[in-house]
């Protein structure tokens, strides 16, 4: 149910990018933040051979919602 809340989320942006995203708004630059960690979190649990993969699958979208929300919020 929560991933596909997500996987609606960030379909619902229709994020069509060009180029490289510079996040001016202190919000934006924060919510991208967010997405930095959790990827990097990601990173560390699939290392993690003893966690079922559904969680590291979960937290990649997660970085994604936080991609979308961060370019939503840019583009206002």
């Known amino acids: 149910m929560l991933f596909r809340s997500l996987e609606d989320y960030i379909d619902s942006c229709d994020l069509k990018i060009d180029n490289f995203i510079y996040f001016n708004s202190q919000l934006a630059i924060e919510v991208n933040e967010a997405r930095v960690r959790t990827r990097s979190l990601e990173r560390s649990l699939v290392v ?29």
Request: positive net charge; aromatic residues 18%.
């Open 48 to 76: 993690s051979s003893s966690l079922p993969k559904i969680i590291g699958s979960y937290f990649n979208r997660l970085s994604d919602f936080f991609f979308a929300m961060a370019v939503a919020i840019e583009r206002g």
